[in-house]
């Protein structure tokens, strides 16, 4: 067979390098070990970029694959970990990006009948490489209730909840269990979700969103507060957005610490 043009590799005399190109919204299997040691599969939407110097026209797109289908048919953490590293020698990049987003899966009891189902949550892994530097940031999508304040203060009947989302993201120094951050959020709020909930339990859960009011700020901190404390966090990322149930407008906070600063 003859030789085939390698137009990737051609030069460029526009002196425009790129900050990240490669590939997107890749499906993949991946399977995750829970805090019960015990394995869950389910599917992840990967990206994968590398940089790319001015002088080259472009990158070799089928070798992001050939990276990610080398770690089998199934990914795990530490193969998550490995491949932005096995990026920047397959594509002679200096830094590379891989992020995985995925739905990952709690069974939870109804607080008073214990009916139990399955609540999901968006979980994000993120690792960037760079030379010898490699940085993996954790991020945890967590529904809740929040009941506000002041409605409570001012209203002779009742006050007006909604739910709402908090996106929390960490650095850390050691591995940090999925459902340690899950929980962390969930006890920051007026009250968690729930799957399955019979009528006592809906009293149950109203009842504790209206002993536990919280603006969208209050929530933030409480989240920053847990994660300032915790002896693994080094550095943290909470966002809060409430779905208004009485305005046509969310509510929503960002609070950003670096703790090793």
């Not at 990240?20 to 019960?36: C, N, Y």
Request: proline content about 5%; aromatic content about 8%.
């Amino acid at each position: 067979m003859p030789a085939l043009a390698d137009t990737q590799n051609q030069a460029d005399d526009r002196r425009l390098p790129i900050d990240r190109v490669g590939v997107k919204d890749v499906r993949f299997p991946l399977a995750i070990r829970d805090r019960e040691e015990r394995i869950q599969h389910t599917v992840a939407t990967v990206n994968m970029a590398v940089d790319l110097p001015h002088h080259f026209k472009g990158t070799h797109m089928s070798r992001f694959l050939e990276v990610l289908h080398a770690h089998g048919r199934e990914l795990t953490v530490a193969g998550v970990a490995a491949i932005p590293r096995e990026l920047l020698t397959r594509l002679q990049a200096c830094k590379a990006h891989v992020s995985l987003r995925f739905p990952y899966f709690r069974s939870k009891q109804a607080p008073v009948t214990k009916a139990e189902g399955l609540l999901d949550y968006g979980v994000v892994f993120e690792v960037n490489a760079e030379g010898d530097a490699l940085d993996f940031v954790l991020t945890v999508e967590v529904p809740v209730a929040t009941l506000c304040p002041c409605s409570k203060a001012i209203s002779e009947r009742g006050a007006h909840n909604q739910r709402g989302q908090v996106t929390f993201s960490v650095r850390f120094d050691h591995p940090i269990w999925i459902e340690e951050l899950i929980e962390l959020v969930e006890a920051s709020a007026s009250c968690e979700l729930y799957s399955v909930l019979k009528r006592p339990d809906e009293k149950a859960v109203t009842e504790r969103a209206y002993d536990n009011p919280v603006f969208v700020e209050d929530l933030v901190r409480a989240v920053a507060q847990k994660a300032s404390a915790h002896p693994q966090v080094r550095w943290f990322r909470v966002e809060a957005v409430n779905y208004e149930s009485i305005h046509n407008h969310n509510a929503w906070a960002v609070l950003e610490r670096d703790l090793r600063a």
